[in-house]
Structure formats: C-alpha cells, structure tokens
C-alpha cells in the first residue's frame, strides 16, 4: 500500500510523495512526486464516483422500502432486505477508502467542501464494526428489542386480562385510566417485564464502545455528540433546558395540584415530584392529560372534521392546500409525479400498509412521495404541511452532492417540519384556509390557551425526558455512571431534571431506562430533543421576515402567526434548505435567524407559550401553589452506598 506524504517548501506549491511502505529502502519503487492539484483533483474524482455509487444504490433501496411499507408481503420485505444489505455493502466500501485518504489530512489541508464529503464518508457507526462484532452488535440489540416486543402484562380485572402490550392497549390504559391501583400495576408490570434488556445491556456497551474507538471517537457518547459539534454541546442542550425551565415548573406545579385534585394529597404531595405513572404515558415523556389541566373546558375553536365535510374536502385536496402553502412562498410546488405516485388515503384493495406519515426522497433529485392514510381532521391537514416541508427541503437540496443531501444535524429537517406545522396550527392560516371564521378567530383568547396548553403537554413536557434520557446514556457510554448504579442513577435525573417519582422504590434489581423502546433499539433521542427546541427559533426568525410578529404589539403574538404568501419568509426558508448539509448546521441556522443567531435557544419557546406562562403564574399564585419540587420519600436504592450517602431522593 503506498504512503501519502506531503512537503511543504517555503515559496513552492505544496506537494505530495507517493512512498513505498518500506521508506524508500534499496529494491523498493523510486519515489513519486505529486502536485496539490493533482492530489485534490484525485479526491474530487473518488467522492464524485462514491457519491454517484450511494445515490443510485440509495434510489434501489427506497424504492424497495416504498414497495414494502405500501404493500406489506414477504417478498416485498425479501426485495427490501436484499436491497438494504447492497447499499449497506456500497456504504462500507466507501468508508473503507475514504478512511485511506483521511491520512492525507496530516499533511496535506485540501478544499474545505471535499475535506466535509471526506469527513462523512470515513464515520459509519456501528456498521464500522469488523463483520464478526457487527454480528455480535446486531445480534445483542435484536436480543434487547426480542424482550421489549414480548413484553405483556396482565391488567388487574375480574377476571384478568393478559398478554397487553404496547400495541394492543397499553398506551390507551395509560392514557385512560384514572384508576391509580391499575396505573401503579401496569406501570410496575411494564418495568418488570422488560427489565431483562439489561442482561444485554453490557455487551451491548463494549460493542458500541468499539464502534466509537473504529470511528475514531472515545466512546459512543462522543461518536453521537460529533453529529451537533462535539461534546460542548451537551452544555448548550442544558442552558436551553435552564431557558425553559422557569415555563416547565409553573405548568408541573399546576399539574401536581390538578392530580391531587384527582388522587389526593397521599399519592400527591404538595411540594414534591409527580408519580411517573399518573401523567397519561408510559414513560411521562408527554402528559396525556389534557380532560384535567383544560384551562377553560369547553372553550376551543370549531371541529375542523366537520367543516372539512360540510366543504368537500378529500384527501387529495388536504395535500393540495399544503401544496399551496410552499406555491405561495415562491417555493417548489411537488411535481406531477407526487401526485401519482404517493399515498395519500387508506387503500381500496385492502392491502396492508404501514400507515404512519412520511416523506419520501428516492435519491434521484426527481421522485418525491408522502405515505400517509389522511382522513378529514385537523391533525392531517397540519400533517400534510409537515410532510410537504420535508419533501420542499428534499427539492431544494438536491443539486448538491449525495452526501450533503440531508439536514445539517439529526433534528434540523424535522425541526423545519414542526415550525411549518405552527404555521399550519394557526387560527389566523385557518382562516385564511376558510375553515374557521373571522368571528371565530378574534378574540377567543380562552380557545387560544386550551390550545396552548394542549400543545405544550406535547412538547414541553418532552424536553425534559428527552435531555435525561440522553444524559443518562452519555454518562454510561463515559463511565461515569458505573453498571452498580445504573437504575438509581437514573432515577437521580428524572428527580432532578424532570421532577418526577416512581411509584413504588426501585433498586438496582430493576432496570427502568429499559422500558424505552429507543433503549433497547439503540436509536438516538438527541434529534427529536434538537427539532422540538429549534422549531419555534426558525418559526419566530420566519414571522420576523414575513413581519408578522412584534413582541410588544399583542395584536401580533408568536402563537398566532403563520408565514403564508411571504416571500421574505419563502426566500430566506429556501435559502437555508439549500446548503443542506454542505455547512454546519450553526451556520444554517444562522443565515435564517442572523448574527448570533446559530445555537440553540429556547427563548423563542417562551414566546411562543406566554400567554398560557402568565396564565399558570396566576393561577399558581391565586391557589398558594409551592413552584418546583422536594424530596418526599425514598424512590431507589443504591446497591452501595455512594459517597454522598444518595438514595435517589
């Protein structure tokens, strides 16, 4: 294998040597001159070949996962399987030359675009693996999702009914119920159930480990943290929660007082964390709790089913406004492929289909599709917006190189989508839709906060299950959180960063982060926890340029702003997609937001729900509410004592 090497002479081009690996000893080939040009000229030829080898490997394999998830049959899923091993052996080929020109990078700086498309094809994951250990990874995370995709449990009723999992009523008992016996027993069972992941979970860590070391990263939490810029970030996520937390506290001491309300003041203290099984989830990730914190029942803007009805709306015509929105921001309109070629309703034939909604980009810079079973409800109409903001940022990257065909970071392109779907969200856009009346729309403050706050029971409560989460898997890939402490350890963050308690003790017999499917599937959280922060900054930076909100003018609030017909908003939304992933995503964000502008901040956030923050700030203050959380018992106990004597209180 030949050497690069470069020397760098004062006055004269850089220049790279061609060695033989001995050094140039006696037998060995005479040593090769070669000017910078000559070598960048080579980079530009191999990423241009891998590019065009992923792209068209891409396009089989969308194409295969298209004709599988719109039409489930086993040979379907056999072309799919077949097509995902070709490109995965395309990807990997790549990512082995790549990492042979990377040694250029010691010597030799070349163009900052063909360093970026080295950079990226040279980081493969976990499928950097050698082919024994990449088994072993794909064998171990399988055996973690086999006892997540068992578990069952057996609801206490008379007589009991058995075998409910996740998919077959779970998630509809938990969201349901208000029967705190039931709660405590399913919540327990569930836990009880899937906390045999952690058998796996430490072959799982070495492997992954090893993934990171091949990858050129210490560890895995270092390796997933290079997506956003390195591991400074971790602290940004934090000053972003710190920004938010003041909104969070005042809806979780509303909610203590509600729930108490409901279970009394022994399930419900009045200063402490909130029973993780009385908040309408599983894993209190959101509060499917909306019939008992509705500031003002009966309060809401008209059933959009029924207007949609009364008008003729379809499926069809649901994506066509959706269209709209993106026409009159001067942006791409879908092609007329799109229409015939997506799914846009429940099939006729009854074929089996994977319903949930998608966009999809077949890596031909052509063919753009959605799959999605709409029907006539207000979700679908800002579902269709959604999808459609995913397909316009597919349209207006595709001109770049495959490898920079994506959003800068993991939440980027999604974060595009929910700030589309605020718009989509606003009563004004629905007016302008004709599907509410100007009537309707003006002056409906009480609609506006039973709307806020539905909306934040999605999203605010998220934010801080998704930063422990992640927190929680950085510091075990680190080794700060040790094996012995695993499940208090986790505890210690959902105190102190959500405020919330198990219902029963646990201890390190249990295994709670467990319970998460994205645990046991090795699938990141950071992405989901980046786009619901990032939304409402690229929503507030597009209502500025489309003028349309003023802070201090209450005539124009964030949450009431939608971006239709502007063409500042258009131009400057297009210009960020544009530069896909060929820049960071800081220098994306910022071109939208401006100076300053390019790191998380989720002040926007604040804005966008401070009606419903001075809502539960006087509503706290009328009941004597006690703002934040104190330890009120024991919830897990450490199998050695830590220095500090903790019990996860």
Known sequence: MLLWMVLLCVGTPSLAYLDAPDGGQAGSPPTVLVGREVVEAAAEVFVQKKNKELSL???????????????LTSHNKAVLMAAQSDYQRVRRSSWEEARKWRVLHHFLTLRPALTRQMTFLSHLGPSALPYSYLTMYESVVEDMLAVYRSASVCLPHNPPICGVSMNTGLVDVMAGSRDEGVLKHVWREWRQQTSRVKHSFPLY??????AANINDFPNKADADLAEYGGSPFREELTNAWNQLKPLYTHLHAYTRRKLRQVYGSEVVSERGPLPAHLLGNMWGQSWDLGDLLVPYPGQSYPDLTKEMKRQ??????????????FGSLNLTLVP??????SLLQ??????????SPSAWDLCNAKDYRVKQCTRLRGKDLISAHHELAHLQYFMQYRHLPYVFRQAPNPGFQEGVGLAVGLSATSPRYLRRLGLITPEQEEGNSRADLNLLMSLALQQIT????ALLMEEWRWRVAEGTIKRRNWNC????LRYSIQGVKPPVPRSEED???????????DLPYTGYLVAFILQFQIHKALCVKADRYQPLIQRRPLHKCHIFQSLAAGEALGSMMRLGKSVGWREALEQLTGPGGGKLNALPTREYFRPLELWLERDNARHGEYVGWRPDGEYCVYKTPSPKGRSCK
């Open 336 to 341: 007329s492929s799109f229409w015939r070629d």
């Open 205 to 210: 860590l070495q492997m992954v480990k090893k």
């Open 511 to 521: 295994f709670d982060p467990g319970s998460k499917y994205h645990i046991a599937a």
């Open 346 to 355: 429940q099939p006729t034939d009854n074929r089996p289909v994977i319903c």
């Open 57 to 71: 490997q891409c396009t089989k394999t969308m194409k295969a996962s298209w004709h599988y998830h719109t039409n």
């Open 312 to 325: 003729g709306y379809t499926p069809h015509r649901i994506f066509e406004a959706a269209n709209r929105f």
């Open 462 to 465: 998220f934010l801080p299950f």
């Open 489 to 492: 350890a986790w505890w210690d």
